[in-house]
């Protein structure tokens, strides 16, 4: 294992990010089993009851209408297959006609799936595959494009506050504000001046976490109160089905505007709301489920950190190995990591290896971190919100320019630094 593992330092060191990747997997395993541990026991009883009560009106039914046991399951799975066809027992809305169907394609593109409607011919199942493929794609792209302009509007509001602080914070001078070039850097220390200051600082993760989770909440509040009203349903019921609905989670126990009409004539009304907040909720919930990624990869780092420490002594007692030369990214005690040469695009060395306490305090990775690492994809989200914030966005690489490769968020922007890095090699 790797050094900041604690497992095996003998051994070959494990680059530094398969040991992130494998820690996360032991995370993401454990989560899975404590949350398992959880639900079964809260619903496996309701579940046993459920199954009581059944098997009791079963018999009575049975009885009563001198029903042989094969007769009435014969006719249940003739249910179980016109209820797969959308067919229920109260009156719903058509589900292939044009309206059902461009709710059933909207959760197919969006990744949602709430299964009440799905195809049922073979031409239909071979053409959802073929329609998912492009669809999904495209929609991911929207999300992106979304999150970028979240970004900005975040990064540019975050700026202008704290330009207001930092102009507030200049040390008068006879009774007048020193000139904006001329008073030491209050806000971000580094650089001296304002146009220092402001380049230097960098948003705090965790505010634009707060600035997310709020949004998110509120557009989550507004459509429960929409779905108590229209659909009957309790309001931490509204809460759930919104959740599910936002991350496309989509199990489709609850299935809003299914209705052939709604009371007071709102029905047209109703299903544009719908919309409108499915849409704008899983923009939101996508874009927060981005920045928290992003903290769990800093507790990430600071766990691999505070792995390495015991490393660190044993490979002070023993010495290093000499003939062992560590690879890109080595989890090794920081005195045996070989230094980078400077980096083009970051014209530094890479700032994770001085700075260590940095991204625990909250501070957003910066542009040379990232791109001298290169390696998380969510980290890019990082990467424009920092430099929307500073108001100079950091010009392409030529070899970026000429193969058209730049720019872009999340998976989009991983693609695109990862195209233009092989393109180049050509």
């Known amino acids: 294992m790797a050094c900041r593992s604690g497992c095996c330092c003998g051994s070959t060191p494990l680059n530094e990010d398969n040991a992130r990747f494998l820690l996360l997997a032991l995370f993401i395993i454990v989560y899975l089993l404590c949350g398992a541990a959880v639900f079964s026991a809260l619903e496996q009883p309701m579940e046993r009851e459920a199954k009581e009560r059944w098997a009791q009106r079963f018999e009575l039914f049975k009885e009563k209408y001198n029903l042989s046991k094969k007769e009435l399951n014969n006719f249940l799975r003739s249910y179980e297959e016109a209820n797969v066809a959308g067919i229920r027992v109260d009156t719903i809305r058509p589900r292939w006609d044009f309206t059902g169907a461009f709710y059933f ?93 402001l380049a230097g600082w960098k948003p705090s993760v965790y505010c634009v976490l707060l600035i997310l989770g709020v949004a998110a909440i509120l557009v989550s509040c507004c459509a429960s109160l929409m779905y108590s009203a229209a659909e009957g349903w309790g309001y931490l019921d509204s809460l759930y089905f919104c959740f599910v609905a936002f991350s496309t989670i989509g199990f489709g126990d609850m299935v809003s505007s299914q209705r ?89 060395v890479n700032d994770s290896e001085t700075d260590n306490g940095r991204r625990m305090s909250g501070e957003m990775i910066s542009m040379r971190d990232f791109l001298a690492a290169n390696k998380v994809n969510l980290a890019i989200m990082q990467k424009q919100l920092s430099e929307m914030a500073i108001g ?19 998976a989009l922007g991983i693609m695109n630094n990862r195209l233009a890095e092989t393109s180049v090699d050509r």
């Not at 492009?134 to 330009?163: D, M, P, Q, W, Y």
């Not at 996508?286 to 800093?298: A, D, E, G, M, R």
């Not at 005690?333 to 970051?346: A, F, N, V, W, Y």
């Open 260 to 348: 052939v009409a709604y009371e007071g004539h709102v029905t047209a009304a109703y299903r544009v709301g719908n919309f409108f907040f499915i849409l704008t909720g899983v923009c939101c919930i996508y874009s927060l489920f981005n920045v928290i990624s992003i903290i769990i990869k800093q507790v990430l780092n600071w766990l691999l950190r505070r792995l390495e420490a015991p490393c660190r002594c044993f490979f002070t007692s023993r010495g290093h190995h000499p003939h062992r030369h560590p690879r890109r990214n080595v989890v090794a005690p920081g005195h045996l990591r070989t230094r980078r040469d400077p980096s083009i695009e970051t014209d530094a």
């Open 105 to 197: 394609v909207g959760t197919v593109v969006s990744t949602i799936g709430f299964g009440m409607t799905t195809p049922a011919t073979i031409p239909g199942k071979v053409f959802l595959m073929f329609y998912g493929l492009l669809g999904c794609a495209a929609t991911i792209l929207f999300f992106n494009l979304f999150l970028e302009r979240v970004i900005t509007v975040i990064a540019v509001v975050l700026k202008s506050c704290h330009k207001r602080r930092h102009n507030k914070a200049v040390l008068p001078q006879n009774g007048q504000q020193l000139p904006q070039g001329g008073g030491a850097s209050v806000a971000g220390g580094s650089r001296g001046g304002n146009r220092g200051d």
């Open 392 to 410: 100079h966005p950091r010009q392409s690489s030529s070899g970026s320019r000429q193969n058209g490769f730049s720019g872009g968020v999340g």
